[in-house]
């Protein structure tokens, strides 16, 4: 069964549908506060102020695209479910993480010997608060419901209730913490309600005790999304799959890189433990456009559209217009009104085929059907298209052929008859691939050679035959 709810869950209530609109505009508004946070930082470190700057590297890249990814894919699923818990937790992480970095970052430049900006102190000792509740709270959270949004047994609550215990047990260490905030940029600034004596000692305890507590709730969470994965259908496990593999890494390097003792790679591994954070939004990216997950295939296909759209024919109008009054200019001696007109008319021409264009580019990665009768149509037409034999085989050689950019593709049957065909056939075996393991073997799936007369990658190959072992089963299955 797909996580994906029925047609008749979709109906709501005019309160609820009143609702619903203010929360799709909160998350619009928010995801537009992740942005200003991320330019923000980026603003702030490239002020030439050598205390906090932004380096290539991954803790740079991990950071900021924490910051961006997980609003904005957020607020697209709330656009569709507005009451979708993994899209507010997703929302919330994003903005918690972007807060921390900008309270940082302003701290830090705001401090002496530079020129003291206001608040500059509290917004230091403040962005201690963020990071842990977001990235281990709100990151448990999401892997502990992704993506049924619910838990997968009610025991696994007590994973949440213990990243939350863990963040706030590290929240109340830092902020008492004694000593300096930052040894590194700001040596000999101390906290100034840092706690004393042995209150102190407790203080530097609760915050490793948080440290540990929140990974053990990471940990948790990954096995409770490894678990789901096992034991899920072929569609929520082809939904899981990803974000399993992107969080269970992330929660090693993290487990790596928390412990408080001298390591020359503790930066690399941190940087990549917020890398791969970062990279769970493009999982569920791929969960969402590939395996319909959340039902707003359809949106992101059109913002892809429309919003590339609307960038290439402002850049061509801007640049239009700075050409021609150019040339006006040179020929006449001054500018003229009928460089705007003429520019408009050449953008308003190029609007239908650039268009037409960029549906065809973005539909080959971002494809949705038209549906009549909401999801619960979809998702009956596309189990027939899973475990039907004939529609299966189809689908497979016209997908193999496709992405494997080959003159031609066929399915070939246990009794080794010709099931289905796609492009030109019969052409020469480049790749050929079982469907199915030994008990669920449905024949065998033949592509030919590259229409470009390369050699065909060996990853698209693994994949291919990772698809083929997943259509055997839905139709043995069927």
Known sequence: ?????????????????????????????????????DLGIVYLGTSGDHRFTLDLSLITFGFLGIVLTF?????????????????WLMIGLGLS???????YAYGVVGSPPAEPLP?????????QLFFLPAIGGATTWIMLLYPTDRLLAPRWR????????????????????PGELDSAALPGVVNPIAATGGLGALAETLINAGNVLGLCALILAAVSLVLRYRRADLVVAAQIRWLALVAVLAVIALAIS????????????????????????????IAITRYRLYDIDRLINRALV????????AGVFTAGIGLA???????TKETSDAAIVGTTLIVATLYAPLRKRLEGLVDRSFKYEAREFGAYRAELASYLRLVDPAQASRRLAVEAMRELAAGGAAVIGRSEEVVATAGSWPVPAAVRVPIGRAETFQGTLVVGPRSDGKVHDPRDVEMLADLAMLVGAAVRRG
């Open 1 to 37: 069964m797909s996580a994906l709810p029925s047609a008749l869950e979709l109906q709501a209530t005019p309160a609820r549908e009143a609702s619903g609109r203010w929360l799709r505009r909160l998350a619009t508004l928010l995801a537009l506060a992740a942005i200003a946070e």
């Open 71 to 87: 609003p904005l894919l957020g607020a697209l699923i709330v656009q569709r479910r507005p009451s979708t818990r993994v899209a």
């Open 97 to 103: 993480v972007g807060l921390g970095l900008f309270t």
């Open 119 to 127: 608040f500059a102190l509290p917004a230091l000792v403040a962005s």
């Open 158 to 177: 007590w994973a949440g209730v213990l990243a939350v215990v863990g963040a706030a047990v590290f929240v109340v260490g830092t902020l008492f913490r």
């Open 258 to 285: 928390l412990p408080d003792v001298p390591n020359p790679i503790d930066d690399i591994v941190f940087g990549l433990a917020l890398t791969f954070v970062a990279t769970m939004p493009l999982a569920i990216g």
């Open 306 to 313: 429309y919003g590339s759209l609307t960038a290439i024919l």
């Open 325 to 331: 009054q150019r040339l006006f200019v040179a020929a």
